[in-house]
Each structure stands twice: as structure tokens, then as C-alpha cells.
């Protein structure tokens, strides 16, 4: 670890995020960042999968440190252009994180600071780390698309959250309460469905409310979904809830934010390297937040494929694992 290099950055950043955030804080993120001493060229996304492109062309001119001002879904396309480009290898790529978005999901898991002059010190400092990555596998618009994704992936209730709360936001929508709304909305329209989850090769079918797919712990704007993922293990976190009705989420609503829910006798927490999601039935899927496909998931983890940097206090253990962690050693002692 050291300061990183302050020349020759890409600045790529989403206007629309955080409901328009990112526009109204574009010359106070630049004010902030020249101040620090970056020197570095501005790129505006300006619609969806625009910064897959932008990245890409960054790219193509020589750029090989990208500075990200938007939120989770704005990361996950410039992920997607580092690991779609062919120009040099995406270990070459180093990439940091201003948040802008409504729900900064990623950066919770990470240790970004959730201002904006705290994150560029946290750019500054350059801790580094390889962060897996996941590759997903998807029918859209009646073809097999491939995306990749850093934090994490939704089938079923959390898929359809993220795409209400996708609404609201393209509406201006930008606070916590997109979600909350989104949660009660969705929760009356959803319907359980017969699904099919295959964890390195090991099958589990039946009525499923969601699947989470984890590299990083939260999702929905701060739900603690997968408090045991580990973003380096080269393993994904899969918590699946089964059926359960209204009484059961409003009993595990604390416990989805601090990650508690999994102990409950209709959730099962899985781990491996790929995962199958499949339904008979229209099934949403999400990745970081952006809606696809609608029926079969193939997910694989791609260990370590992503350069990025964190905050000292990266990815903190959950009570699970600090007490597991704590009993080793007194056993080794």
C-alpha cells in the first residue's frame, strides 16, 4: 500500500444518480478532486450501459486508473467495460469509488466513506485489494447475455424490489425511502415460486421467496443479506428465504440489517463457486441493482479479477465469524 499515482485518472460519472445527485455535484466533486492534487479527464455517462463504453474507451486512450462517481449500478458498468475491453489485461485497471447513488450498497462492504472528500482521501491513500468477481449468465430479450457483477445478485422478492426502486429513481426519487416503498410494494404484488437452486452441483428445490448471490454483504440500500460473504474467498454467499409470510418478514426486519435473519429455520446459507438459478415460472433476476433476464441464472465466481480500492477497515468479519475466529484460537492456544 501507498499513495497511489495522481496522474492520468479517468473520471467517469452517472448525472442520474442518486436522482440527479451526480449533475448537481459534478463541480464540487471536480472542485474536490483538483484540490487533492488528481489530474484527470471527465467522462459522462448519459444512459444505461453508456459507462460500459465510456470505460472502454478510456481504456482504449491509455487510461488504466478510473475514478467512479455514481453508485452500484455505475460500478458495475464500468466493471463490465474493464472486463469486456480487450485492449489490456483488467488486472492492469485500478479502480476507486466516489458514491453517488441512492443505495451505495458496495461501498458499505468496503469502507468507503459515504462523503465525498473522505472517499477522494481514501483514493489518495491507495489501499488495494483484488476483489472477486461474479460472471452471470442470462436470457434477455430472447438472447444469452453475459454480465459480471461486484457486489451482489437477486433472484425472485429482491429482484423485484430493485426494479420498483429502478422506477422510482428514474423518477428523481433518491432517498432511503425508494426502498422502503419498493419493499411494502413489492411484497403485495409477489407471488412465491417453485425454484430450483444448484450449489456446486448440489440441489435445492422449493417454494423460494428470494435468492441472494453475495460477494459483498449488502444489498437494498443497506440489508445485510449475506453477513458472511468474504470477497476474496473465491466463494459466493447464497442465502435463500423460503416461503414465508408477512408475520415472518416483519419478524426478521431487524435482522436483515444486521444480519441476524439467517438463523431463522426458513432461510438456508449456502456457499460455492457456481450456482444455478431456475424456475418454470417468470423469475426476476438483478445484478448490483440492474434488472435481467427473467427465467434460468448461470453464476460463476471469478476469483480476484478486479482491482479496486478500500478503506482500512474493509469488509468487517460478522459476529459469526469473530466468535468462530475467537474459539479457533483459544483451541489452538
Keep these: 500500500m501507498g499513495r497511489v499515482n495522481l496522474e492520468n485518472w479517468m473520471l467517469l460519472l452517472n448525472p442520474h444518480a442518486g436522482g440527479g445527485r451526480g449533475k448537481k455535484d459534478l463541480e464540487q466533486?471536480?472542485?474536490?478532486?483538483?484540490?487533492?492534487?488528481?489530474?484527470?479527464?471527465?467522462?459522462?455517462?448519459?444512459?444505461?450501459?453508456?459507462?460500459?463504453?465510456?470505460?472502454?474507451?478510456?481504456?482504449?486512450?491509455?487510461?488504466?486508473r478510473i475514478i467512479v462517481a455514481g453508485g452500484d449500478g455505475t460500478l458495475n458498468e464500468v466493471a463490465n467495460g474493464v472486463l469486456r475491453q480487450t485492449v489490456c489485461d483488467p488486472s492492469e485497471i485500478?479502480?476507486?469509488?466516489?458514491?453517488?447513488?441512492?443505495?451505495?450498497?458496495?461501498?458499505?462492504?468496503?469502507?468507503?466513506?459515504?462523503?465525498?472528500?473522505?472517499?477522494?482521501?481514501?483514493?489518495?491513500?491507495?489501499?488495494?485489494?483484488?476483489?472477486?468477481?461474479?460472471?452471470?449468465?442470462?436470457?434477455?430479450?430472447?438472447?444469452?447475455?453475459?454480465?459480471?457483477?461486484?457486489?451482489?445478485?437477486?433472484?425472485?422478492?429482491?429482484?423485484?424490489?430493485?426494479?420498483?426502486?429502478?422506477?422510482?429513481?428514474?423518477?428523481?426519487?433518491?432517498?432511503?425511502?425508494?426502498?422502503?416503498?419498493?419493499?411494502?410494494?413489492?411484497?403485495?404484488?409477489?407471488?412465491?415460486?417453485?425454484?430450483?437452486v444448484v450449489v456446486d452441483g448440489k440441489e435445492l428445490r422449493d417454494l423460494i421467496f428470494s435468492v441472494s448471490v453475495g460477494i459483498g454483504k449488502y444489498n437494498g440500500g443497506g440489508l445485510l443479506q449475506a453477513p458472511n460473504a468474504v470477497p476474496d474467498n473465491g466463494l459466493f454467499q447464497v442465502t435463500i428465504i423460503h416461503k414465508i409470510g408477512l408475520v415472518g418478514i416483519l419478524k426478521n426486519l431487524p435482522g436483515l440489517f444486521n444480519g441476524r435473519f439467517i438463523k431463522d429455520r426458513r432461510v438456508s446459507v449456502l456457499q460455492g463457486k457456481e450456482v444455478l438459478v431456475e424456475s418454470a415460472f417468470e423469475l426476476a433476476g438483478e445484478a448490483d441493482g440492474e434488472n435481467l433476464g427473467n427465467h434460468r441464472f448461470e453464476l460463476t465466481v471469478l476469483p480476484k479479477k478486479l482491482q479496486v480500492i478500500v478503506g482500512k477497515k474493509a469488509f468487517p468479519k460478522s459476529q459469526e465469524q469473530a466468535k468462530s475466529e475467537e474459539l479457533e484460537g483459544v483451541l489452538l492456544d
Design 29 to 64: 466533486i471536480m472542485d474536490l478532486l483538483q484540490k487533492a492534487g488528481f489530474e484527470f479527464e471527465l467522462f459522462i455517462s448519459t444512459y444505461a450501459q453508456h459507462a460500459i463504453q465510456l470505460t472502454k474507451n478510456g481504456i482504449e486512450k491509455g487510461y488504466r
Design 94 to 196: 485500478l479502480i476507486g469509488m466516489i458514491p453517488v447513488g441512492t443505495g451505495n450498497d458496495w461501498i458499505r462492504t468496503f469502507d468507503i466513506p459515504n462523503d465525498y472528500k473522505k472517499a477522494i482521501k481514501r483514493i489518495r491513500k491507495g489501499r488495494v485489494f483484488w476483489q472477486d468477481v461474479g460472471q452471470i449468465r442470462a436470457r434477455q430479450n430472447g438472447h444469452q447475455e453475459l454480465r459480471f457483477f461486484t457486489n451482489m445478485a437477486g433472484f425472485g422478492f429482491d429482484a423485484l424490489v430493485a426494479e420498483k426502486a429502478n422506477r422510482l429513481k428514474e423518477r428523481g426519487r433518491a432517498d432511503w425511502f425508494v426502498y422502503l416503498q419498493s419493499l411494502v410494494s413489492s411484497y403485495l404484488s409477489y407471488k412465491t415460486r417453485q425454484v430450483s
